[in-house]
């Protein structure tokens, strides 16, 4: 079993849509979680991040972290056409094994016009 | 801000070859990372420096590959001799002092084995 599970989609979505990534995760080390946007032939670019459960909000991104659950999420408003890149979920604990990021696999998100 | 900064973007070898990639991480930023990102999966992390020493390389396949980090600035991955297997994205990233979490990735290296 992976430590992180994260669906690898595609997923895609008409413009305007409201899109729900989603990633779960074994490892209950783990305490920072992170969003990374990686449009094709790119870096990984972190767009949000989180400490323990919660939510955080950003524009139109909102990310929820459920640690009873293992489960993580980030919601996009008003999807555009811009944001059609692969999300993948990180996350990292403070000390031993867990303190190395660990991503998942990526969901690739196509926003259509 | 200059970003990370990595070369080459693309290389293609045949196997058993030998192979390296330059980085340069933002300025300031004390930890340096190596990931191999394999096509369809996330990044791997592959070694860690901070400064010029090595915190982490755990998964590094060090009969294959080796990476140093002259000066604590640039660094540079090698792999000698190249599999198949090896074909890959290869992406460097550096964070600030005292935090972790915040890692910045350069465009990554394609590399492409024959």
């Known amino acids: 079993q992976k430590e992180v599970e994260q669906d690898p989609g595609p997923l895609s979505v008409p413009e305007g849509a409201i899109v729900s990534l989603n990633c779960t995760y074994s490892?209950?080390?783990?305490?920072?979680f992170m969003w990374y946007r990686q449009y094709s032939r790119k870096g990984p670019e972190l767009l949000m991040y989180t400490y323990s459960s919660g939510n955080k909000e950003d524009g139109r991104f909102t990310a929820q972290v459920d640690k009873s659950s293992k489960y993580i999420s980030l919601f996009i408003r008003d999807s555009q056409p811009s944001d059609s890149a692969t999300y993948l979920c990180a996350m990292m604990g403070s000390a031993g094994t867990a303190s190395k990021l660990t991503f998942g696999t990526g969901t690739r998100l196509q926003v259509t016009l | 801000e200059a970003g990370v900064a990595q070369s080459p973007r693309y290389k293609i070898i045949e196997k058993r070859q030998s192979v390296a990639f330059w980085c340069n991480p933002i300025?300031?930023?004390?930890?340096l990372y190596w990931y191999q990102q394999i096509l369809g999966q996330g990044p791997k992390l592959l070694i860690q420096f901070q400064n010029n020493g090595v915190v982490d390389d755990s998964q590094l396949p060090k009969d294959r590959f080796s990476a140093e980090r002259l000066k604590g600035v640039d660094s540079t991955l090698k792999i000698q001799p190249a599999k198949l297997e090896d074909s890959a994205v290869y992406l460097c990233?550096?964070?600030?002092?005292?935090?972790?979490?915040?890692?910045?990735f350069g465009p990554g290296t394609r590399l492409t084995v024959t």
């Open positions: 490892n209950s080390a783990f305490q920072y």
């Open positions: 990233a550096s964070s600030p002092p005292l935090d972790r979490t915040k890692q910045y």
């Open positions: 300025s300031g930023h004390a930890t």
